[in-house]
């Protein structure tokens, strides 16, 4: 059985840092590709930052960019998110996902198999 579990502390002032973890398991981590993705309040979601776990390729969303590193520790099959210098405008509920395409998952998140159950950011102004 797949599973995404995220975590991390969720309430930060502006100009703040949190990270996030995914911790997966039930699938080959290191032949597949991860993403986080959030959704504000009253939006869609939206694609954050991708991972490819074999190589190591990353990607991001321009608003987060030279903000926001994604990063793995294959080890202990966790996918991290680091967020710096955060912006009331990142609050809302991120979620981590996997697929076995990093192309898939930047492109058709709404094919990705795998998806954490959410967990809540909240950046306060």
């Known amino acids: 059985e797949v599973q995404l579990v995220e975590s991390g502390v969720g309430l930060v002032q502006a100009g703040g840092s949190l990270r996030l973890s995914c911790a997966a398991s039930g699938f080959p981590f290191d032949e597949y590709s991860m993403g986080w993705f959030r959704r504000a309040p009253g939006k869609e979601r939206e694609g954050v930052s991708y991972?490819?776990?074999?190589?190591?390729?990353?990607d991001y969303a321009d608003s987060v960019k030279d903000r926001f590193t994604i990063f793995s520790d294959n080890a202990k099959n966790t996918v991290y998110l680091q967020m710096n210098s955060l912006k009331p405008e990142d609050t809302g509920v991120y979620y981590c996902a996997a697929d076995p395409s990093f192309m898939v998952i930047i492109t058709t998140p709404n094919g990705v198999p795998y998806w954490g159950q959410g967990i809540q950011v909240t950046v306060s102004s």
């Open positions: 991972i490819s776990l074999s190589d190591n390729a990353t």
